[in-house]
């Protein structure tokens, strides 16, 4: 392939880069975060997949089987198991403004110096080659593609010009105008973008490998699994050993956390804690997906190749298509090496520029008098500047390691031998976050003895032999000879040194640790490391600092770092929140620890605490004060939550109770007028039953036909009575919920023959003429039969009642709609006036144009009307004009 | 001297069966005898009857018994007629408003025909 065509499409993704970073940071100054979501965070966690992942993996296939896998199973292990931990350091460094591995270490020992400066050489000397690796990997897969070997000078050479933008890159994205608190929201943005696009690269290079070179996954074992070497690597008689999966899960799962770009990525720029709880099955998940073609893509790679030494499995991901000239996947493929070379190559100089600027070369400055003098207040423009050559320093130094050294080491060696480096912070680190009783000596002794066996075991040895692979001379081999005695049988070169040193590290840093003694700031650090959830929120922590401040000096300093601006309105933010003038000449405790936190978010916090030692006149505390401020502050922050939560009980509760009451004064007062309606109506019939009985008892001369009508009265009272009491003891079971329903399929016809004739009666009194019609045959209608006559009945009796005297008419019609019976029963009636329509249902409402007919019902009918709908879950639905009619219309489910 | 068969007694309340069985009372007791089914009724009737004593239901349609009664109390000061409730309210408040409209008799709904009668005729006797 041509290779200016693929110059251009590198630099064209490059470019794709830029944009989305370019996108993300937009989106940030409108407030609104791209990144702060799991899958963002879960994505940039998987820039631990480099190159050396791409291409090495398949490499490492044909080697060793299976156990390519441990470095996998490392981070899976962290995220599944070991979040916890995870979650402990991203709250330790939010809360106390961390921003780097060497920060973290460096400010649990007391924010002592020289572990900052150690965990940055040692992150350096880790990292470089680590870079120079990806730079490899992006110039050999180019070399590949293209078929063109570069020129010897490192100008005929793309890598270097890749390199440079990348430099650009991180200039651009990693260095903008710092401000306090700040992530690089773009660069992990586009390192998201970066890791899918590797993800689905690899994808598709294993199903043009495994479906369309080979006939799915069972063919490619029938066709490939027959070599002699991949037999060795995957039978585990034949291979090194457990210890050799133990050790290398292990040194993974630490670096996952402890790579300077790791914790960038997981910590530093870590948005919200909680993203971690979904990131706990996304990265795992991630790792599975671009593990699955490896094996099929290393088989088909050794058949195919098998004998051409010249061409390495670490290759096979490009090779591979390129043998059959599927040039497109292999350029698909290149890409996807691409963007993980690069991903790394941005997020590890980041990381590493800001250690060596924050925990190294700042404080350096800072030791010197003259310079502080003079310097203090404008330390960020050093910061920024230093940072800046920090980064073109650091990937020259990458491509320089390429061009000179890389060629000793194989792509999966300078990984794991990065690995084996950066192990070395975990000892101190997670002793740190859960061991009070450790301290500043202990650690670097450890520190340094891990990193001298890692040294001498795996870098010096390479360096000093020649090209035939004899040491230099005689004394250096017998050097090595003699710690060639501690191998052990079973363990590779990277797990012979891993464990040596781990275990030398953790007995070093554990032994002297209990042999020295914890100085105030030390032991004030472990107390906030240790028990960070106990002692600080997510917003604020406690003051520990003692001495005199002067506040405009602090202000300065502060001004210094983010503008005057920005902080004057958080100075006047903080002034209101804890109630300080900063008026006064002195200086809050409260306010020296606010700057101090505020700028060691931008310089580290070994910076930020010489700054502020070198303005304020501080006197030491004592680990006695601090204990008793801390437990004060514990106090505070349990008694806040006891009160946060009893004050929501409480309120709970409070509410809880307001609704009963209102619910029982609102049952209360309806049924009080139920209750006084009731009687009212019980009262008048019985008024009449009195009267009339004494008018006859007290009159013996009543003529025959006068005494016929009173007791015909009496009796018709009498039957009143009866029917209201009948009524609200029907109306109360429906409303208790006491009812039954007896559903049964209705046959409509029979029902409308029933209730007619039961209103036949009271329709030939009032000459209303009764009619009915059904539109439809409907079967499977089930109902309540008796309480569907007792509505019917209710019905057509109201609608009797006010028909008009001359030709009136009532019309029931039963029809069916989408999921509705509908019975309507309609009236050529007096009708029912607007501003009626909507009490007529109410208990003992009735209508005041019914005084003219005088026909007194109970009043409940309607209400017990609407029950009867109700309880079968169905509808009402009432239209009426004065004079015209009225219309009710009742929709049953069916 | 006025005979009691010149005095009008009107009855209004909106039950038939109590009208009929107040309407045979009064007569019996030689009273001339109006009837009205609600207060608006009531209020005409009075107008062109002027009747001597009402007897008035106060839950009615339209215009409730209390209203006839301030009616007639404050436009008629001096020839007022006598008012007497009939009603199913029955409670102290209820009682007492009436009172508190001029009313010069409140008997609680079922009532005691022959107390009614007893009392009417009272009223009766102090008007002749």
Not at chain 1, 207 to 234: C, L, P
Not at chain 1, 618 to 632: A, C, G, M, Q, Y
């Amino acid at each position: 392939m041509n290779g200016f065509v693929i110059s251009v499409i590198s630099i064209s993704y490059l470019g794709f880069l830029f944009y989305l970073a370019f996108v993300a940071e937009r989106f940030k100054s409108k407030k609104k975060s791209l990144i702060d979501n799991p899958f963002v965070y879960a994505l940039s966690l998987s820039v631990y997949c480099t190159a050396w992942t791409f291409y090495g993996s398949v490499g490492r296939v044909n080697q060793t089987g299976l156990e390519f896998l441990s470095v996998y199973i490392g981070p899976t292990l962290v995220m599944l198991l070991g979040w916890s931990v995870l979650r402990k350091i991203i709250r330790i460094s939010h809360v106390y403004s961390i921003t780097s591995v060497a920060d973290f270490i460096s400010a649990r020992y007391g924010k002592y110096r020289s572990l900052g400066v150690w965990v940055t050489i040692i992150s350096l000397l880790a990292g470089i080659p680590y870079i120079g690796l990806q730079i490899k990997a992006i110039s050999k897969t180019f070399e590949t593609l293209s078929g063109v070997t570069a020129g010897q000078y490192f100008y005929q050479e793309p890598a270097f010009y890749i390199s440079m933008l990348l430099v650009a890159f991180t200039l651009l994205f990693g260095t903008r105008k710092v401000q306090a608190n700040e992530t690089h929201e773009g660069m992990i943005f586009a390192i998201a973008a970066e890791s899918i696009f590797k993800l689905l690269a690899f994808l598709a290079v294993g199903i043009f490998v495994t479906f369309w070179m080979n006939n799915g996954f069972v063919d490619v074992f029938e066709k490939h699994y027959y070599q002699k070497e991949i037999e060795n690597a995957f039978d585990f008689e034949k291979q090194t050993g457990y210890g050799n999966w133990f050790i290398h899960i292990l040194v993974s799962a630490c670096s996952f956390m402890f790579l300077p770009r790791q914790f960038q990525v997981a910590v530093v720029e870590n948005q919200n804690e909680n993203n971690l709880k979904q990131a706990i099955w996304l990265l795992p998940l991630y790792m599975f997906l671009i593990n699955i073609f490896v094996i099929p893509t290393a088989l088909t790679g050794n058949s195919i190749f098998a004998g051409d030494s010249s061409i390495s499995a670490d290759n096979y991901v490009i090779e591979l298509p390129l043998s059959v000239s599927a040039n497109v996947i292999a350029l698909i493929a290149y890409l996807g090496g691409f963007s993980a070379a690069t991903g790394m190559i941005i997020v590890e100089t980041i990381a590493i520029s800001t250690m060596l600027t924050n925990s190294l070369i700042l404080p350096s400055l800072l030791e010197n008098k003259k310079f502080k003098e003079k310097y203090t207040f404008k330390i960020i423009n050093f910061a920024v500047w230093i940072r800046r050559a920090a980064i073109v320093l650091i990937v020259l130094l990458g491509f320089f390691y390429y061009k000179t050294v890389a060629s000793y080491f194989s792509l999966v060696s300078i990984g794991l031998i990065a690995f084996v480096a950066v192990s070395q912070f975990a000892p101190i680190i997670l002793g740190g976050i859960f061991w009070k009783g450790a301290t500043k000596t202990g650690a670097l002794v450890g520190l340094i003895s891990g990193f001298t066996i890692w040294l001498f075991s795996l870098i010096l040895p390479s360096l000093l032999t020649d090209t035939s692979g004899q040491y230099i001379n005689t004394f250096i081999a017998g050097f090595f000879d003699f710690f060639a005695h501690f191998k052990i049988q079973g363990f590779d070169d990277i797990s012979n040194t891993a464990f040596w040193s781990i275990v030398i590290n953790s007995l070093l840093y554990f032994v002297i640790s209990m042999y020295t003694e914890l100085t105030p700031s030390e032991a004030k650090q472990a107390l906030l490391f240790v028990d960070v959830f106990k002692y600080s929120t997510k917003e604020g922590q406690s003051v520990l600092w003692k001495g005199k401040a002067r506040n405009e000096h602090l202000i300065e300093l502060l001004v210094s770092f983010i503008g005057s601006m920005q902080a004057k309105e958080e100075l006047e933010d903080f002034a209101r929140k804890n109630n300080i003038d900063l008026k006064d000449v002195t200086a809050d405790p409260k306010l020296v620890s606010y700057v101090e936190n505020t700028i060691s978010s931008i310089i580290g916090t070994s910076t930020a605490r010489m700054l502020v030692a070198s303005i304020t006149k501080e006197e030491v505390v004592s680990i006695d004060e601090i204990l008793e401020v801390l437990k004060r502050s514990q106090k505070i922050i349990e008694d806040n939550q006891e009160l946060k939560i009893k004050t929501q009980q409480l309120e709970k509760l409070s509410k809880e109770l307001r609704n009963t009451n209102e619910k029982l004064q609102k049952s209360d007062t309806i049924k009080n007028e139920f209750l006084t309606t009731v009687t009212h109506e019980i009262r008048t019939p019985l008024t009449s039953i009195k009267a009339l009985t004494e008018i006859i008892y007290d009159n013996e001369d009543l003529g025959f036909d006068q005494k016929k009508i009173f007791l015909n009265t009496i009796i018709d009272e009498t039957d009143r009575l009866s029917r209201l009491v009948n009524q609200v003891l029907d109306l109360e079971k429906y409303e208790s919920g006491k009812h039954k329903l007896i559903k049964k399929n209705i046959d409509i016809p029979n029902l409308i023959d029933t209730v007619f004739l039961r209103m036949e009666e009271l329709a030939k009194e009032r000459n209303v003429k009764l009619k009915s019609f059904i539109h439809k045959e409907i079967k499977d209608f089930k109902a309540d039969e008796d309480k569907l006559i007792q509505l019917l009945i209710n019905l057509l009796s109201n609608a009797i009642k006010f028909s008009r005297p001359e030709k009136g008419w009532v019309l029931l019609t039963v029809d069916t709609s989408k999921n509705n019976v509908i019975f309507t029963v309609e009236d050529n009636g007096v009708g029912i006036p607007q501003e009626m329509q909507s009490r007529i249902f109410e208990k003992f409402y009735q209508a005041d144009n019914q005084d003219s007919i005088k026909e007194k019902g109970s009043g409940l009918g309607l209400s017990i009307s609407k029950k009867i709908v109700e309880i079968h879950k169905g509808n009402v639905k009432l239209e009426s004009m004065p004079d015209k009619g009225t219309k009710v219309m009742v929709g049953f489910p069916y | 001297m006025i005979q009691r068969n010149e005095l009008k007694v009107l009855i209004a309340d909106d039950e038939p069966s109590i009208l009929m069985s107040l309407e045979f009372l009064f007569k019996k007791e030689g009273y001339k005898v109006l009837i009205a089914r609600d207060g608006q009724e009531a209020i005409n009737m009075f107008d062109l009857e002027q009747p001597a004593i009402m007897i008035l239901d106060i839950m009615m349609p339209n215009v409730d018994g209390y209203k006839v009664c301030s009616y007639v109390k404050t436009n008629f000061k001096t020839r007022a007629p006598k008012v007497v409730f009939l009603s199913a309210k029955n409670k102290d408040t209820e009682i007492e408003h009436g009172y508190e409209l001029g009313a010069d008799l409140y008997i609680p709904k079922p009532f005691s025909t022959r107390e009614l009668i007893k009392k009417v005729n009272l009223i009766a006797t102090d008007m002749l």
